[in-house]
């Protein structure tokens, strides 16, 4: 199993993040692609992609939210996080097939003050497909549990 670091503070509300992350699975095909760190970062990078708008008569630059994060320490500024794991079950064979598994987590009271993973809260943990499909009930769920 390995767990895709670029993609731990994301900053993201989870009805927009677990759907953006079943489209990165499904753009990389769900084969070999799907288990390796480096690949999986592009796919997430290339799903938040959001086209460029015309502002007045400027046009802006496209926009891609999600960026590989090089560090493994929270931000201060970020009330979401997310976890990916690759679950490869054949070492990561060519004809390997692996699945995602997410973990959800939010920032609870005493992070703001001391932005540390100690101060974070996980509020779910599943299967990317089943997580996307339950996204506002894990939105919803996890104000109350920093409540």
Not at 9 to 17: F, N, Q
Not at 117 to 131: C, D, S, Y
Request: aromatic share 12%.
């Amino acid at each position: 199993m390995r767990r895709c670091n670029c993609f731990a503070g994301a900053d993201g509300y989870p009805t927009a993040v677990l759907p953006s992350l079943v489209m990165a699975y499904e753009w990389s095909g769900g084969g070999w692609e799907a288990g390796r760190a480096r690949k999986v970062a592009a796919y997430i990078c290339a799903s938040s992609y959001v086209p460029a708008h015309k502002v007045g008569d400027h046009d802006l630059p496209p926009y891609v939210p999600y960026v590989p994060d090089v560090g493994l320490a929270p931000h201060g500024d970020i009330e979401w996080y997310y976890i990916l794991w690759l679950h490869n079950t054949k070492g990561g064979a060519m004809d390997e097939e692996p699945q995602w598994e997410a973990a959800v987590i939010i920032a609870g009271e005493e992070f703001w003050d001391n932005p540390t993973f100690l101060n974070l809260i996980p509020v779910a943990r599943g299967e990317i497909h089943e997580m996307a499909e339950r996204a506002a009930e894990i939105e919803q769920s996890a104000y109350k549990e920093v409540a």
